[in-house]
């Protein structure tokens, strides 16, 4: 059992034996006190982008027009730093959150270590019921619920109306597609087809589905990244750049990737609903009606997009259980979802959400929706994000020619292996 955690069950242990012997009801660290009142402060750890964090913290803060006797502690922590951070956290238990919005990648992982508290029967009857059953599933490790979804996304291709149309091409389809529209765009406009980011493997995935693949099979405890499908997909990716329908760089992609886009440096990106309030925000798309998503293009069997999404979890060695998950059942109801959808055009959890007018409003929204029910659930195992790095490595040498596409999916597979003990 982890110092942190330890140490607020020896806590409890006190504060029991405190109130066994006539104490006071009142738990004076925050919870709840005889009446059933919650009090206290809620530190939340949120991961979400700069063009989300003010919606979010104005959001989380409303919780205390509830609950007038909580104190919300709002905190944003870079994403590409928050999974080693909240484990570091965590593992010491000083400062750690009492809740933290995690990748659905990371709950089984946490989970597996003891840093999350289960979810409460009653709200996971709910969850059960009233979630999206996809992003449910992420929640859950080994039979229990960890977490609660609050947003569920999926990649797609955003493009340049403007750009697409003066070059005479159509939102491509498949990958052959999408270098016959570069031509075009780069013969019509100068400027380059695609961004592709070639410092994160998540953007690999589209890849690797697209050619049949995945990463393992679970079910069977087989390393499959170096399989046939995985060279295909290493090729693919570098083809796009080779071929000049794409650039890429191996090193703060998503401000390049943004940056470029948002300019009219290149017609399309690949990227997520997370990113529609930042492309707004450029000045290609002051109208925003210039702004087109697509279905990321399929390779040679299919198009493919990994599930993806954030759920909101409570820490297990938090001082102040109660209001914590409290705040998760207010963080992930229907009306702050809603909202979400609204203000940032991200996808509810909910199922009724979609039936709501601001919802039904949002046209990315809309389409990310059915993009979303056709994505690929990734493997909730705990290793699940530890293969990222070794992966990241790997796609970034293949992307960017500094490794040969076979020799990226065979150490690709030789890295993973490691992490997955006894896996073939």
């Given amino acids: 059992m982890r110092r942190g955690i330890a140490a607020t069950a020896l806590v409890a242990t006190l504060a029991l034996a405190a109130t066994a012997c006539g104490g006071d009801t009142k738990d ?50 870079p994403y590409g730093d928050a999974q080693n951070k909240v484990k570091n956290a965590f593992s010491s238990g000083a400062d750690a959150p009492d809740v933290i919005r995690a990748d659905v990648g990371w709950v089984a992982d946490f989970a597996s270590l003891g840093y999350l508290d289960e979810v409460p029967a009653d709200q996971v009857k709910k969850v059960d019921a009233e979630f999206l059953p996809q992003a449910a599933a992420s929640g859950k490790f080994d039979g229990k619920t960890y977490a609660v979804p609050q947003v569920i996304d999926t990649l797609g291709l955003f493009y ?60 069977n405890k087989t390393v499959t990244v170096d399989g046939p499908a995985g060279v295909k997909a290493f090729k693919a990716a570098r083809d796009l750049v080779a071929s000049g ?80 998950h409290a705040f998760v059942e207010y963080m992930t109801s229907q009306d702050v979802q809603v909202r979400s959808a609204k203000e940032l055009s991200l996808l509810p959890t909910r199922t009724a ?37 070794p992966l990241k490595v790997e796609y970034t040498k293949a992307v960017t020619g500094a490794s040969s596409p076979e020799d990226a999916a065979k150490a690709a597979g030789v890295e993973f292996r490691k992490i997955l003990k006894g896996w073939k």
């Fill in 28 to 77: 004076n660290g925050g919870g709840t006190n005889a009446g059933g009142e919650l009090s206290g402060t809620v530190t939340w750890w949120d991961t979400s982008n700069e063009a989300e964090k003010a919606t979010f913290q104005k959001i989380a803060e409303g919780f205390t027009a509830q609950h007038p006797k909580v104190t919300v502690k709002y905190v944003n922590v």
């Fill in 245 to 324: 329908a794409a650039v890429t760089n191996a090193t703060d992609g998503w401000t390049n990737m943004q940056t470029a886009f948002k300019s009219g440096e290149v017609a399309m990106m690949i990227n997520g609903p997370w990113a529609v309030e930042d492309s707004y925000a450029g000045d290609q798309f002051k109208d925003k009606a210039n702004l087109g998503v697509a279905p990321v293009p399929a390779g040679s069997v299919k198009a493919g997009a990994p599930q993806g999404g954030h759920d909101l979890a409570v820490y297990a060695g938090s001082k102040n259980t109660a209001a914590a």
């Fill in 160 to 219: 340049n109306k403007k750009m697409l149309a003066d070059a005479g091409v159509q939102p491509p389809k498949n990958l052959e597609e999408l270098k016959t529209a570069a031509a075009a765009i780069k013969a019509k406009t100068g400027k380059t087809g695609l961004y592709l980011r070639g410092d994160d493997s998540y953007w690999f995935l589209p890849f690797i589905y697209g050619e049949g693949g995945d990463l393992v099979d679970a079910k």
């Fill in 353 to 389: 959400a979609y039936d709501q007018p601001d919802v039904k409003a949002s046209e990315m929204v809309q389409f990310f929706k059915p993009a979303v029910d056709q994505s690929v659930q990734r493997a909730w195992i705990p290793e699940n994000g530890s293969l990222f790095e």
